[in-house]
């Protein structure tokens, strides 16, 4: 693809703009030709703007600060050499050809029931490459991708998914199918990524690339070298589109088997007949396929899911994959979807909770925060735990959620009054209020705890299909939710 000449060092406002302007571009024609393959986008990975703003996007992350096994991080390099030399080097090992990814750095993060998730920690370098390539490949992958997907995808969130079922199951698809992959990012095919990504990207260096982060390998804890012959590094950059594109083979799935169910009035007249209709929902690799029929209609879409997956090499997970009639409820992405009857009439709704899970979650955070920093001031513990509250209520303000909001209201509290009494076992009840519990409320100078219960629930708009991207609005602002 011919762009021009790029400006040897453009600004920050300049590379954003180019960017923006060649990713509508791209987006724009692959929307038009869906068979288009693309070519001679390798020049768009080494191209100054492109590797500006992928720095930038890297730079801006908290894994900035984290070292891969070169044992760099960002301000290693701002006070090295600096950015400008960095990124100029970079370009010139990408132009000819001598650019190698390095192993990822294997870190294990603790998860709920003891178990471990796996992370690939990059080099900075390696970063602003996988960077790169996103910025270059996402706008074109988008224009395949599914409406049914949510997850990792610009301009969409997981409320988008929530509100998505929430709206089925109001229609009559009241069998839900939980469904969870078994270590999607660890066991998915580079053969059937490589396949999907050659449908669109006729670019052979742009291909080498993508497979070489995907052979690059693993260093693990213990110093050992591993080879990747499967599986995408979770944590990488790159990884989630990667996911997204080699699961859209089951988005791809569902929006033919929706289209041959026909018209509005085709599909009724099919589930007049005894035959069902069904619909799927994905965010990353957690989804639900919402079944307008019989419980045994979900349980052989079970066989059919798990057979389309199996062409990635991916399998159902036993433990994590149930069918339920959304009477009884269901928990997605940390909320609970039930239907029931609404207080104080006979009219039956469906409505959307935080799961107890999701509450125990925030609940252990808080009981951790006021257990262990009793040597910090109030007003260190109250950041962290404003931090925390203002982030889970602004998740979770979209559903019923005002009496889950009024007893973490409560919960946390009580854990601040027993926090303080335990700090100043010396001072007397009526002292402790007058220096910190003004107006019965924890506060220490200028800052206060936050107030979960004062929350104002607000009802999510349900956008269905016509969810744009940041390339049909073409603003400068949307560039950033690109990444």
């Avoid at 939980?178 to 006729?202: K, N, P, W």
């Avoid at 709704?349 to 009793?374: D, E, F, G, I, N």
Wanted: aromatic share 8%.
């Amino acid at each position: 693809m011919n762009t021009g000449a790029p400006p040897p060092t453009p600004s920050l406002e300049e590379a954003q703009a180019r960017v923006l302007g060649i990713q509508t571009k791209l987006h724009q024609r692959a929307t038009d030709d869906p068979l288009r393959r693309f070519d001679d986008l390798f020049n768009l990975v080494c191209d100054p703007a492109f590797l500006l703003v992928a720095w930038h996007r890297v730079r801006g992350n908290k894994g900035a600060r984290t070292a891969g096994v070169d044992g760099r991080t960002a301000r290693d390099i701002e006070r090295g050499h600096g950015v400008e030399v960095f990124l100029a080097d970079l370009r010139a090992e990408l132009k000819a050809r001598r650019y190698a990814p390095l192993p990822v750095r294997e870190r294990q993060i603790p998860k709920p029931g003891g178990k471990l998730r796996r992370l690939g920690i990059a080099t900075i370098r390696d970063r602003v490459v996988q960077a790169a390539c996103k910025l270059v490949l996402e706008p074109i992958l988008e224009a395949d991708f599914q409406p049914c997907s949510y997850g990792f995808r610009p301009g969409r969130r997981a409320q988008d998914a929530i509100e998505e079922i929430r709206y089925l199951a109001a229609r009559s698809y009241e069998w839900v199918l939980e469904a969870d992959i078994t270590a999607c990012f660890d066991e998915l095919s580079h053969v059937g990524i490589m396949d999907r990504l050659r449908r669109r990207i006729g670019d052979r260096r742009v291909l080498a690339l993508v497979k070489a982060f995907l052979k690059a390998g693993i260093l693990a804890e213990d110093g050992g070298w591993r080879e990747t012959t499967t599986g995408a590094p979770q944590g990488g950059i790159l990884s989630p589109l990667l996911s997204n594109l080699a699961l859209s083979v089951l988005d791809e799935h569902a929006a033919r088997a929706w289209q041959a169910m026909g018209t509005v009035s085709q599909r009724h007249d099919r589930r007049q007949r005894g035959e069902a209709t069904w619909r799927l929902v994905r965010y990353a690799d957690d989804f639900v396929v919402m079944v307008a029929g019989t419980r045994a209609h979900a349980e052989a879409l079970t066989d059919e899911v798990a057979a389309v997956l199996a062409t990635l090499g991916l399998r159902l997970s036993e433990a994590k994959t149930s069918i339920r009639h959304i009477d009884e409820g269901v928990c997605f992405l940390g909320w609970r979807i039930q239907r029931h009857q609404q207080r104080g009439s006979q009219r039956r709704y469906v409505y959307t909770y935080p799961s107890k899970k999701a509450l125990a979650a925030v609940k252990a955070t808080v009981r951790t925060l006021t257990t262990t920093m009793r040597n910090q001031p109030l007003t260190v513990l109250l950041h962290r735990l404003n931090w925390v509250l203002r982030g889970w209520t602004t998740y979770f303000r979209h559903g019923s959620s005002s009496a889950t909001f009024d007893y973490l209201r409560a919960f946390t509290w009580r854990r601040v009054v027993c926090w303080l009494r335990h700090k100043h076992p010396r001072i007397s009840w009526k002292e402790l209020r007058r220096r910190y519990l003004p107006g019965w409320w924890p506060t220490q100078g200028a800052v206060q705890m936050f107030n979960p219960g004062a929350v104002g629930i607000v009802r999510y708009r349900y956008r269905g299909a016509k969810i744009p991207t940041p390339w049909t609005s073409g603003t400068l602002g949307s560039l950033a939710c690109a990444h």
